[in-house]
Structure formats: C-alpha cells, structure tokens
C-alpha cells in the first residue's frame, strides 16, 4: 500500500515555465487536497476536490490549476512559474465527509529561477 | 488572518524533560483539532487530536488540552526523547473538510 505519491520530488523551473506536479493515491479517499509549505507559514490550501469532477479553491490558489478526473489522481498545474511559488508542496487524501484521517506525500520542492 | 496560530517558532528541551508546544485559534466555529508531526523531507503525520467535547487527550507520551474558553490548545510530551525533534504543526478542519495549519513550532530534544 503506497498511501500518497508525489511526483516529482525535486523540481528547477525557469520563470514562466509551465508543469504539472503530480498526485495519486490507492487508499480509495474521496478528499485530495494540495498545499503548499513556506518558512513560518504553516501549510497553506491551495485546491481541494471532494470527489472526481469536483474541485474548489483553498487560501492561495492564484497562478495554479486543478483537475480530478479520477479518484486516485488529482495533479497540480502551474501556467506560468512564478519565484514566489518556490516552495514545498504536500498532496492530501482522506476517506471523506466525518473522517479527519488525512495523509500527505513526501513532498515536491520546487525552486523557480 | 491566521485562523490557527503557533506563536512559538521554536522550542528546546532536554531529554526526559517535558515539552509543551502552544497553539491559538481565532474560528470559534472549529470543533475538532489535530496535531501533525513533521520530519525533514518527509510529509507530515498524523500524532493526536481532540474533539470540542473533550478538554483532554491522552496517548502514550503525547497528550493535548484544549481550553475553549481561551481558544487555546497545548500538546505535551513526557518524557521527551531525542526522536522528538520535528516541527509540530496544529491544524483544524475548516471549509471542505479542509486543514487549516498554524506556522509550526520546530522542537529540539538535546539529548
């Protein structure tokens, strides 16, 4: 049981320079969840979805796109990198509405030059 | 504005000591707390958590008390170990079913 795969885990963009972060998970969890870590500011949310087909913005979503087009995948786009978006992003699962059983991939660090 | 506040960005203890990391929150509406762990390079897990109809929870070493009065809830370890040495992060779930983190507080167990 892998749990939650973060794809990949290091990453050097040029700024305005497009790609994707990816996500998957086998656990069946309905909630996905991307955040994103940065020095003395915990965790932020940047999309979540709630189930395929479905998603919403967090607390930070500008300059990034989501899509879940099935359970287990829920990738992360950036259109255009940013500096400001060097960072550390987590994925998220949980089962669903009720459960706070959330588990987070290992992380991607990107760096945007 | 930071719903879930850590005001401690750091703490050091000595090993067998107790540790006593903080956390504030502003929501009134949040009713369920965790705590998550977090080592270098890896994701956070999961550690202990706590509904609004308790003041306290206990597992093994770790324990955590929330004062609702106060908005306030604390995470203890006794004794502390040098394995301890994480970043602590307290979150709790908001819209969607979502976390809401405060800024961590990095913990150091000298041994």
């Known amino acids: 049981n892998a749990g939650v795969t973060q794809t990949p885990k290091f990453q050097v963009l040029k700024t305005g320079q497009s790609m994707t972060l990816q996500c998957a998970q086998d656990?069946?969890?309905?909630?996905m969840s991307w955040y994103r870590q940065d020095p003395g500011m915990g965790l932020r949310l940047i999309h979540y979805?709630?189930?395929?087909?479905?998603?919403d913005q967090g607390e930070v979503p500008n300059g990034y796109n989501v899509s879940r087009s099935t359970t287990e995948d829920f990738p992360l786009r950036l259109l255009s990198a940013a500096p400001s978006q060097t960072s550390v992003y987590f994925c998220?699962?949980?089962?669903?509405?009720?459960?706070?059983?959330?588990?987070f991939g290992s992380g991607t660090r990107l760096t945007v030059v | 504005d930071q719903q879930v506040k850590q005001n401690s960005p750091s703490l050091s203890v000595q090993e067998g000591r107790i540790s006593i990391l903080n956390c504030d929150y502003t929501?009134?509406?949040?009713?369920?707390f965790l705590w998550y762990k977090k080592y270098p390079a890896e994701g956070p897990t999961f550690l202990i958590s706590?509904?609004?109809?308790?003041d306290k929870n206990e597992d093994g070493r770790f324990t955590v008390f929330l004062n609702k009065s106060a908005k306030h809830l604390s995470l203890h370890i006794v004794p502390s170990q040098p394995g301890d040495s994480a970043v602590y992060f307290c979150?709790?779930?908001?819209?969607?079913?979502?976390?809401?983190f405060g800024g961590g507080t990095r913990l150091m167990v000298k041994p």
């Open positions: 656990m069946n969890h309905e909630y």
């Open positions: 979150a709790a779930p908001g819209a969607g079913n979502m976390l809401t």
């Open positions: 998220a699962s949980s089962p669903g509405q009720g459960s706070f059983s959330y588990t």
């Open positions: 706590i509904s609004s109809i308790k």
């Open positions: 929501n009134s509406m949040f009713d369920y």
């Open positions: 979805s709630v189930g395929a087909g479905i998603t």
